[in-house]
């Protein structure tokens, strides 16, 4: 029987600019994982779904081909896919119990009355990772969207959790908020993960004088501001 290098499957789900980016830092930080990517044309589709996602006797014992059938077991350790593929396969996904989801650029998640949400939300996993850099882009409702589908038990209430944090008046209700996102959340900024930036300089520069320039019907203005 094949050797279990880890304890997958997992699913990530990115933008299709992306795809390419984290095949080649999965290749590069763990080049032991069968890493398969789930995108192109329904028959490029079928054919991975044919060799790609399940063992087969013509590569595998038929006794362990049989009991990895069993179990549902992947040949894969991690899927590669975009939301549209998702979509349109998403009675695939569902049958798949994931060890872990990660949906990169998950603020696409934040209206949790979306299709995109809906469809998602049906995806079975043991647990879940949303990568973001605008959690929080225009309202609290898109900040309680994440956490929603990340623990929709814990955040079951959205009416009770805009009734708590959608106004943030003061200092003590920011508090509260990071409390509450303290074993969700995880923030890293540049300086934490690259030592090797130099430390940010801030010059200011007065002008005194300067051209502002203007667009109206095609044309361009200007005029000098003192």
Same mark, same amino acid.
């Given at each position: 029987?094949?050797? @279990?290098?880890?304890?997958? *499957?997992?699913? !990530?789900?990115?933008?299709?600019?992306?795809?390419?980016?984290?095949?080649?830092?999965?290749?590069?930080?763990? =080049?032991?994982?069968?890493?398969?990517?789930?995108?192109?044309?329904?028959?490029?589709?079928?054919?991975?779904?044919?060799?790609?996602?399940?063992?087969?006797? %013509?590569? @595998?014992?038929?006794?362990?081909?049989?009991?990895?059938?069993?179990?549902?077991?992947?040949? $894969?350790?991690?899927?590669?896919?975009?939301?549209?593929?998702?979509?349109?396969?998403?009675?695939?996904?569902?049958?798949?119990?994931?060890?872990?989801?990660?949906?990169?650029?998950?603020?696409?998640?934040?209206?949790?009355?979306?299709?995109?949400?809906?469809?998602?939300?049906?995806? =079975?996993?043991?647990?879940?990772?949303?990568?973001?850099? @605008? =959690?929080?882009?225009?309202?609290?409702?898109?900040?309680? %969207?994440?956490?929603?589908? %990340?623990?929709?038990?814990? $955040?079951?209430?959205?009416?009770?959790?805009?009734?708590?944090?959608?106004?943030?008046?003061?200092? @003590?209700?920011? %508090?509260?908020?990071?409390?509450?996102?303290?074993?969700?959340?995880?923030?890293?900024?540049?300086?934490?993960?690259?030592?090797?930036? =130099? *430390?940010?300089?801030?010059?200011?520069?007065? !002008?005194?004088? $300067?051209?502002?320039?203007?667009?109206?019907?095609?044309? $361009?203005?200007?005029?000098?501001?003192?």
């Amino acid at each position: 029987m094949p050797t @279990t290098r880890c304890s997958g *499957p997992f699913l !990530v789900v990115a933008p299709l600019s992306l795809i390419a980016q984290w095949q080649s830092e999965i290749a590069l930080w763990s =080049p032991d994982i069968n890493c398969v990517v789930m995108h192109g044309s329904q028959q490029a589709r079928d054919i991975i779904l044919s060799y790609e996602f399940y063992y087969h006797e %013509a590569f @595998t014992p038929k006794a362990d081909v049989q009991a990895l059938r069993k179990k549902n077991a992947c040949k $894969f350790d991690v899927l590669l896919t975009t939301y549209e593929i998702c979509m349109k396969d998403i009675k695939l996904f569902t049958k798949i119990d994931w060890k872990v989801l990660i949906v990169d650029e998950a603020h696409r998640l934040k209206n949790h009355q979306a299709r995109l949400f809906e469809v998602m939300k049906t995806i =079975p996993r043991q647990q879940c990772v949303l990568l973001t850099g @605008t =959690p929080l882009q225009n309202k609290t409702e898109e900040l309680w %969207a994440l956490l929603h589908f %990340a623990d929709p038990t814990k $955040f079951k209430n959205q009416h009770e959790f805009v009734s708590q944090f959608g106004d943030l008046r003061d200092a @003590t209700d920011v %508090a509260k908020l990071h409390s509450v996102l303290k074993p969700y959340l995880l923030r890293r900024v540049k300086e934490d993960v690259e030592k090797t930036l =130099p *430390p940010k300089e801030e010059v200011i520069v007065e !002008v005194r004088n $300067f051209i502002q320039f203007s667009h109206f019907a095609g044309h $361009f203005y200007y005029c000098n501001i003192e």
